[in-house]
């Protein structure tokens, strides 16, 4: 089966940098995808990771270990609309299958 | 265009109601999901249409029945649903063939379903 799993909450100030830490124990894994959620939206795509190492787009960082099936996002310089869910996702087989984490709700506070 | 639209946006029905929800996207990919979202949990897949063939089912009950008629739509039929089935409903598409095997995925507004 497919195990990936996340802080449920975390809490940060506006401003300050956060890293949100996602662990996953999956078979056939292509890939790890960062989305963000807004309560009552779609998920929109922040960033993803085929190979190890950080991927850097904009304010937003991901960064990928294989070997130890972990992954996080990090989120510099943050903002009042930065409090969402963010969700990590793993991409896995031929078949096209993304399946999400547990989702961690960021609250950024002033 | 780069959207993927989904109808109706909120949908109420009772449990012995048919009904249908609807997706449609214009990017030129080969490959639709359907995702079922309750409160404060993350997306589950439900079913994958690649090349508008089923490619994945993931044992999801019969009431549900997807269809894909053509490489841009996607239907959802219900028929005979619960109330545990109340829950947003998210489609999403993405290209095919990517050499890394992954590919990004495009998600719609989804459709708020309520059963009675």
């Known amino acids: 089966g497919q195990n990936i799993d996340q802080p449920t909450e975390m809490t940060a100030t506006e401003g300050a940098i956060v890293q949100i830490n996602c662990t996953y124990q999956?078979?056939?894994?292509?890939?790890l995808f960062w989305y963000q959620q807004h309560a009552g939206e779609a998920p929109t795509f922040l960033s993803y990771n085929v190979l190890d190492g950080l991927e850097e787009k904009g304010r937003f960082s991901s960064f990928l270990s294989r070997s130890k099936g972990y992954s996080y996002l990090l989120l510099k310089e943050l903002q009042m609309k930065d409090s969402a869910s963010y969700l990590c996702?793993?991409?896995?087989?031929?078949?096209?299958?993304?399946?999400f984490g547990t989702g961690t709700q960021l609250k950024v506070e002033l | 265009d780069t959207e993927v639209t989904q109808t109706p946006k909120h949908l109420v029905m009772g449990m012995t109601n048919k009904k249908s929800l609807k997706c449609e996207q214009h990017m030129g990919h080969r490959a639709m999901y359907w995702y079922k979202q309750k409160a404060k949990k993350p997306p589950e897949l439900m079913f994958v249409?690649?090349?508008?063939?089923?490619?994945i089912n993931e044992s999801v009950p019969s009431r549900f029945s997807p269809e894909c008629p053509n490489s841009s739509l996607l239907n959802l039929h219900l028929h005979a649903l619960q109330p545990e089935d109340s829950a947003l409903y998210l489609c999403?598409?993405?290209?095919?063939?990517?050499?890394?095997?992954?590919?990004?995925?495009?998600f719609g507004a989804g459709s708020r379903l309520t059963v009675l």
């Open positions: 999956t078979s056939g894994f292509n890939g």
């Open positions: 999403a598409s993405s290209q095919q063939g990517s050499l890394s095997g992954a590919n990004v995925l495009t």
């Open positions: 996702a793993a991409f896995t087989g031929g078949g096209n299958k993304l399946t």
């Open positions: 249409y690649s090349y508008e063939k089923l490619s």
